[in-house]
């Protein structure tokens, strides 16, 4: 076996080449700032075929400029998301010469068949601010003015364009027109002027995206030449080869990518935004992941020696996900990596999951489970090492006992979580597989999600969970109520954790215009939860439920909220607290105003409501009447 | 010509900074006198040009402080098992043991307010739970109810057998000053208006609650001219202005506006305090507050935090000296040394500046003998001891008290703000939603604060810091920003920081 990757050698394993280019695309630590440039010429040495994806961002733009509607387009989007890409893409869809676009210029020009000019700035902040004041010159002509004959293509990061107007306008001494409507579009929050498109590509569902990154990866055809890889006869395994099938999903009916893409879509929710070049760099590390690996990546080359030593589940894709095999600062380096370690997932675990993995082996009470669950994999599961390391574990060899001892075998558990994350079966009541997070109601989450999406009811243990969670907040309380919500102050200032006195209450589900009901939000597809207290637009306060914030309610009405969850989802409740209370406020002085002409059966009594609990932990209102006549 | 101050031993830092300021009238007393002020003003409210004398005459409502802070029975009386008609008699009894005699001595009404002496029990309960400082050891006339409405304001006493005082222990003018500041603001009859409309509403639950038991307000015997404030237009007095004007146009109920009202009020006091020590002491820099954003990991800017605090708590005593010492350079004074009697007219100038030496000379030494340079140098010396007692303890003081300064993690006091005090930055400067780095830049200018490096070039270009440790500084900021659902990002390179209460309509 030739030790020096190459793929020119006679002796390398047959799809060395693609494994060297795929490579590329991983965490290593190079900066490639002009990644797409640098692609482009990897794929011209190593002679495979490129990995593509499909972007219906592209089709779209193509389309807008061969309608001949005038004005401009602004690709957005933050690194990583493929704005030198499309913006390549186009140019040559256009007409452009791919060596125009390689050369120096920072602006480029071609003629359209309509006779109308695009003038392209693949990255705005390459410019300097002449050449920028004229690009945004032109920018606002086409958009604002008349000008039909020129326009802009150009993209940049969300925090360019609009630092870039913004200097600008500072210099020109007015504000710049276009900067608040891009910064509207930026935020989902306002109308984009008719002659200006913009492509916001970190806008993009993100379980499609690694959907199809996947696909395009393990189901790549240069995989076929591994069929006569020598590293995978006479029943050898090849770590690479592996990760790659279990991504493909042949084996478990695909339930590995399913929860990989419930991970993505819980953190797109939770405000994480996944670039392309993130998902690629993820697919590339699950499949050639290994802890003994230079960077952390395995070339073929690696691989007997890797079967040698007996080593082969250090490379196991259930820790390669979240980048085990990376030093933690280069897996930190990536946004994909910090979004997943959020999931908190080897750490988190259940008395369950924890009792099978360590004593599933000798108790007999759990043998069947854990065969089923851990025996039945050989290669990541119950290995020959993992047992050996459990059973000195338990066993309480001297190594053992001292400080640290248990350390190796405690690494080999958070393996073994992540891995049974991955693997637990969907329906498993004993092991949900959820518990497995610190989202433990992620599942709940995206079920809720998925019924709002498809306007079907939301189950009503998820209703009331979140009901009591919200009135738990709103009370300080621990009570139990599911039916209503109370809006609740102490009086004072907001931010007192306990408020017994019931400002107003509204009922758990919306009748006739008032109480709280679960919607989905258009803009941002999030569920949100909206409490009316009047009917009519200005009578609700609306609260967008991301699965962080739904992890919290849910957590609050279980009564077991870890002291260390997020301060955030406290204050952001308290505001939305102090909006209903704000509503409360308005409401109760426009009913003053309209009663005034009544008799003032108001003015000689004051009747304030407490909220009192009953054994049952159940709450409700105790009117106390205080007479205020003299 | 100076005013004549009354009740001081010499005028110094009355006439740098007013009326007084002073230390341990901390934020929310200053506001609680202010509305006091302002009740009494509500027909004309921030409405007096610098020269008319604002008058006003307090509440004092010693039934209703009474029932809330001295009348520790009711709980006990409440937890027995007892007929109503027993609870309340008891109570009574014992309530009457305690009483001042200050209209306090009939009680009965109490009675038919309440269907039940629980329910009254329950009604103390609550308004206890959201009084400033219930629980604290001060005395019990210095506790104050929330103030709910017209009815739950009234002033710091000091209550004995010889009848209710104002001894200016708590409400030492700070209040009055605040009063006078907001008048000479721009915008200050529009805020007034604000202020009247949502804070003095009778008719809110709450303020009808305490009106059930205070009864009819009890008043001081006379009103009285509030203190002085010796400029009549400054541009922190319309900051202040248009920061408590935002925060009222937020879509917030008022008595949480009030804890932002409350912050905003003590922070921009500071930097009046710091604004006119600088300038009394010749220095015309802005006054710069270098924050440290605390986090896991020790920073540089801790030190450098640390001596911008310092150095503002230095400022106020050398304001001190100056406005002393600038006595000699005043053309006067060198007509004074070289006339007929040059002791005599220094010792008038004196006087007619400083309201010193007394002219009922009543002390051991004889100031008509003494050179004006004597005079200067021993005022200086009484002038700066007295100012550490009291106004010198300003900084410290109320920046702790807004939440601006700490020893978080470190054995020195520095800048370094808590969550409270930035959600209410936030609140006060961000309309909508705006950039972070022009955030950043907004507080510096407002408030100067100095946390990312655009704020901080001074300090880099002179090497006592280095970019990287305040641009890391200010990420920490956007990290706990986000944490308090302030700042949403929008990719690595932008985020906003948003108001999470926006007005009515704005979006």
Known sequence: MNATPSGQDAGAPPSSAWVRFLRSYGPTPNDLNLFDEYVTGALGRAKVQPITLTSPQLEKMKQRIESGAPGSLLIAGTAGDG???????????????????????????????????????????????????????????????????????????????????????????????????????????????????????????????????????????????CLDCALRSAGRICPIFENRERLLGLQDGGVFARRLGDLVEVSKLNGWHLPVRDLLALAANMILGHRDAREGLLACADVARIQDGGVIERGSIYDNVFGANLPRRRAN??????????????????????????????????????????????????????????????????????????????????????????????????????????????????????????????????RSRLVRGLNRVMTGLLIENA???????????????????????APARRVGGIGMALRLDVHTERPTLDVALAQGSGGSATFNLTPVRFEFLCRVAEGSLPGSFSNECLEDMLAFKAKLLRKAELLGSARLTDDEGEAGSDEEALTLTFIEIEQSGHGFSRPVTVRTAP | MRPQIDGVDFAVDEHIWGHRLYDEQLPHLTVLEFLGVLGSNADNPLIATPDETVRYRPQRQIRLRGLLFNNPYVESVHERAQSDEDKWKQWGALFAGDATGIGDDNMVYLRKAFTSFDDFAKSIELLRSSAFEARSNKRWSSKFVFPFGPDALYEDLRVDSGGASNDRRFFARTGEILYLMLCRAKRGPELGQKLVERLYDAGAPMNRLVKALQGEPQLAQDSRPVGYLPFATHPRFDRLCDDWLAILSRDMPIYDALEHLIASAGLNLLLYFLERAKAQAGDSDPVELVCEIVSRERTKVRALSGDSYQANQALSLRAVRTAVEQIRLDEDWAAALVSDDPQGECLQMMRAWFQWPPTKDDEEADHTLKTGDELVRELVEKATSRHEQHFGKIHAAWSRSIGLSSRRLSRRTRYAPNDRLLKTLVIAIVDDRMQFDEFLQEARRRYGIVIGDTEGARLIKERQVDQEA??????????????????????????????????????
């Open chain 1, 333 to 462: 380096d990536r946004q994909v990596f910090r979004a997943l370690a959020s999931f908190g997932i080897g750490e988190e675990t259940s008395n369950g999951a924890d009792g099978l993995l360590v004593y599933g082996a000798d108790d007999t009470k759990l043998t069947e489970a854990f065969s089923q669950f851990v025996g039945n994999d050989a290669i990541y599961g119950a290995t020959p090492s993992y047992l050996a390391a459990q059973r000195a574990y338990l066993e309480g060899e001297e190594a053992a006992r001292l400080d640290n001892g248990a350390a190796q075998f405690l690494v080999r558990l958070e393996a073994q979580r992540r891995r049974l994350f991955f693997t637990l079966p969907e329906n498993e009541t004993d092991y949900p597989f959820w518990a497995m997070t610190a989202f433990r109601f992620a599942g709940d989450y995206l079920e809720m999600s998925s019924a709002l999406f498809e306007r079907k009811a939301v189950s009503e243990t998820i």
């Open chain 1, 483 to 505: 039916d209503r919500i109370f809006v609740a102050s102490s009086g004072g200032f907001t931010q007192s954790r306990i408020s017994v006195l019931c400002d107003t209450e």
């Open chain 1, 83 to 225: 704005k030198t890409y499309h913006c390549r893409s186009l140019w040559i869809g256009l007409g452009g010469s791919p060596r125009d676009w390689a050369g120096p210029a920072q602006v480029k020009k071609v003629t359209l068949a309509d006779g109308r000019i695009a003038i392209f700035v693949k990255d705005l902040s390459e410019l300097n601010d002449d050449q920028s004041d004229d690009a945004l010159g032109l920018l606002e002509r086409s958009v604002l003015g008349g000008e039909d004959k020129e326009f802009l293509v150009v993209a940049a990061n969300h925090g360019q364009i609009l630092e870039r107007l913004r200097d600008i306008g500072f210099r020109q001494n007015r504000t710049n027109p276009l900067r608040k409507p891009i910064q509207d579009a930026f935020l989902l929050s306002g109308l984009v002027p008719e002659r200006l498109a913009i492509f916001d590509l970190s806008r993009t569902a993100h379980r499609q995206s690694l959907e199809e990154v996947l696909t395009a990866v393990a189901g790549h055809p240069e995989w076929g030449n």
């Open chain 2, 470 to 507: 305040l641009s890391d500084n200010s990420a920490n900021l956007e990290k706990r920003l986000m944490g308090l659902g302030l700042v949403r990002k929008l990719s690595d390179s932008c985020s906003f920081v948003e108001n999470p209460f926006i007005a009515e309509g704005s979006e």
